[in-house]
């Protein structure tokens, strides 16, 4: 059958039916169904990106971040390019369980 044939809107509408497919950006792509199983699997991994982007600031082409490791909020990684200091990109660990440690790491 030729997809000319039938209007896009109604094209969308049908693939979309089921919630498998979607249209983005100029192309039909497979997505994963809130309902499906396989969701909840990468939710949590989706949860943690969301709340690390909430720590991201950002100045022209400079950035810091920071977060927290799941098993111990106490323990995380930070990422600073170009933020704190002209032309540095530094990933610090951070361990704040016994006293502050820090190992920092320029590139």
């Known amino acids: 059958m030729n ?5 896009k809107d109604l094209l969308h509408i049908i693939l979309e039916y089921d919630g498998r497919i979607k ?8 997505i994963i169904h809130k309902r499906d199983d396989r969701y909840n699997i990468i939710a949590p991994v989706m949860h943690k990106k969301t709340e690390i982007m ?7 082409a400079s950035f810091y971040f920071e977060f927290g490791f799941d098993f111990c909020n ?15 990109c530094e990933i ?4 704040f369980r016994n006293g ?4 920092r790491t320029y590139l």
């Open 74 to 88: 106490s323990m995380g990684l930070c990422y600073d390019y170009n933020f704190s200091y002209d032309n540095r």
């Open 54 to 60: 909430k720590t991201v600031q950002r100045d022209g």
């Open 23 to 30: 249209y983005r950006h100029g192309k039909y792509v497979d």
């Open 3 to 7: 997809d000319s044939c039938i209007p």
């Open 92 to 95: 610090c660990y951070y361990d």
């Open 100 to 103: 502050l440690k820090q190992i």
